[in-house]
């Protein structure tokens, strides 16, 4: 997947590598990723692509989460974002409310949300098992 150094001077902090994944054209590959470790979105970000290349060294494949999404009246909600709290792990719904994506295994909560209906955040239980999920408006 990459490489990921982390260096310290003083009391500044670099996280440095280079992540092939994240290239968009083949020169992208050889240019370096510097990354404020103070920055929410980039840690998480971090996070995923950490635990996602820890479970391929050690041969584990993540673990496949799959579920519905529907509101109050039982009608399946498209589009819905399902996402993996503190990474940036995301999938949608299809025309059936339905999911199904591969979370890291360090996951402890996903995030269901859709426009006009509030947001719900369940704890990952394992076993991983089929979930049905009610979006209130």
Known sequence: IGQIDLRMA?????????????????????KALAIDPSNETAK?????????EAAVR???NPNEQK???RDSAGQPIANAS??????????YTNTRGEFKFEIPQASEALIISAPGYQS??????RPLKPINVV???
Do not use: H
């Open 10 to 30: 003083g009391n500044e902090k670099t996280i440095e590598g280079k992540l092939p994944f994240l290239a968009r054209a083949q020169e992208d590959f050889k």
């Open 44 to 52: 998480a970000s971090l996070r995923y692509a950490q635990d996602y």
């Open 58 to 60: 050690k041969g584990i």
């Open 67 to 69: 579920g519905v999404v």
């Open 82 to 91: 399902v996402k993996v709290k503190d990474t940036a792990a995301e999938t």
């Open 120 to 125: 719900k955040e369940l704890p990952v239980v």
């Open 135 to 137: 979006l209130d408006k």
